[in-house]
């Protein structure tokens, strides 16, 4: 898909990897839309996004806020599922005799965050590619959880999810010329990196890493845009990690 002029809503862009695809994407010439929960962080955007205040997980607002944007721009050609938040609870913590198991509550919150808002945005945009016979792409960011991350019950489970509906959507929305596609970040320099993760761990990590650091978030927008761009992409799920999985 040529990205000069391609209508792209990014969820959760305000912010961390999602602001970096928005500017990767605008600096390509699409015209981007930024959506997002966190007004302030909107609001502080420069002028050359279309920013929209939206809670990716309520199926309402998110099918109002996207027909408005396609009936606006008469069309959306790119979906980028980024909004999420990383969650990290063992399934067992013994050192939490009052709660020693996983929070059932913050469980399905994991997974409303990371999992139903990609099918709640996915159906909303999906449905006005269809109507507008828009030849569009869709592409999820996952996590390198996916596979199975100690400490992160339920947002692995999330991230798995994500891959297995990126490769279903990639085989049932092929024929309508619809493309799907995963990036999937391994340990990536972002604040939300550094809350979740202590800096011994994060040398841990970059020992193991063979490129011996973490990503930048630049990066991950690189192969987000490669993904949009290449018409012969689908139903990938694209590592980019440093090869820390190798
Ligand atoms: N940072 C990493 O190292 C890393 C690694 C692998 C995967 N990821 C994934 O990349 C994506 C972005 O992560 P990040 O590190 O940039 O996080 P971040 O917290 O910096 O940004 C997430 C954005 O999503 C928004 N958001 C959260 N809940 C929302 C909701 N309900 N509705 C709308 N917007 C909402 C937030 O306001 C924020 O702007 C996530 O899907 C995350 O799982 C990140």
């Known amino acids: 898909m040529k990205l000069d002029g391609a209508v792209s809503l990014i969820t959760g862009g305000s912010k961390g990897l999602g602001l970096a695809i928005a500017h990767r994407l605008r600096a390509e010439g699409a015209r981007v839309i930024v959506a997002d929960i966190d007004n302030v962080a909107l609001e502080a955007l420069p002028d050359v996004f279309d ?7 309520q199926p309402d607002e998110a099918k109002s806020t996207v027909e408005a944007i396609a009936a606006m721009y008469g069309r959306i050609d790119v979906l980028v599922n980024n909004a999420g938040v990383i969650y990290s609870e063992p399934l067992v913590n013994l050192m939490n005799p009052d709660g020693m198991m996983h929070s059932y509550d913050r469980f399905r919150q994991c997974l409303r965050v990371n999992l139903d808002s990609v099918f709640i945005m ?6 006005q590619m269809v109507l507008r016979r828009t030849k569009g792409v869709v592409i999820n960011i996952s996590s390198i959880s996916a596979r199975g991350n100690e400490g992160q019950t339920a947002y692995s489970a999330a991230k798995a999810a994500v891959n297995a509906m990126t490769v279903t959507w990639s085989k049932e929305l092929g024929r309508l010329g619809i493309r799907c596609n995963a990036v999937a970040p391994g340990f990536v320099d972002t604040p939300s990196t550094r809350a979740a993760l202590n800096e011994t761990i994060i040398k841990h990590i970059e020992g193991l890493t063979p490129l011996r650091r973490l990503g930048r978030a630049e990066e991950i927008a690189q192969a987000v845009v490669a993904a949009i761009a290449n018409d012969f992409l689908n139903g990938t799920i694209l590592d980019v990690n440093g090869g820390v999985t190798i």
């Open 122 to 127: 996915t159906s909303a945009v999906v449905e």
């Open 51 to 57: 920013r929209r205040s939206l809670d990716v997980t």
